[in-house]
């Protein structure tokens, strides 16, 4: 029997992504953000989510693309990742998909602009390209400190 997993489709620069549905707390419109000075670029700051002081991350910036524009269709996916809780802003949220991980192939070195080390795998559903992204390595180690350092500061 195949095994379905959902998962949250999003878009960042007109790519189609994804994130395990087990892994989104919530998705958010995107309110003021304070700036938390001595950061990585992509740590736009942190907001307060659901009572919680949350490090937000420019998830276009992270991906090595381009600064994100924040429009009315941007909004921040409240994800927990390595025991944290981190809103990475996104162009726009749209909608949950069933996924078969039959479906789900390796991912090439680069896709879409994006290196590989961000990716779990990519899927093809409706005839369009769907890149998975590994959380645990949006955020790494050292950065992972940081954001728990930009949320002590608070």
Do not use: C, Y
């Amino acid at each position: 029997m195949a095994e379905i997993t959902k998962f949250i489709v999003f878009k960042v620069q007109d790519q189609s992504f994804g994130v395990n549905v087990q892994q989104v707390i919530s998705i958010e419109r995107v309110k003021e953000i304070t700036h938390v000075p001595r950061t990585s670029h992509f740590i736009k700051g942190v907001m307060e989510l659901r009572g919680e002081t949350t490090p937000i991350i420019d998830l276009k910036e992270r991906l090595l693309l381009t600064e994100t524009d924040i429009t009315d269709d941007s909004r921040i996916l409240v994800v927990s990742v390595l025991d944290m809780q981190v809103g990475l802003i996104v162009d726009e949220a749209t909608e949950v998909k069933d996924i078969d991980q039959e479906m789900i192939q390796p991912a090439p070195e680069l896709v879409a602009g994006v290196h590989n080390t961000f990716i779990k795998g990519v899927a093809k559903i409706d005839g369009n390209l769907l890149i998975l992204l590994d959380l645990e390595r949006i955020v790494d180690l050292e950065e992972t400190n940081e954001l728990r350092e930009v949320i002590v500061e608070e």
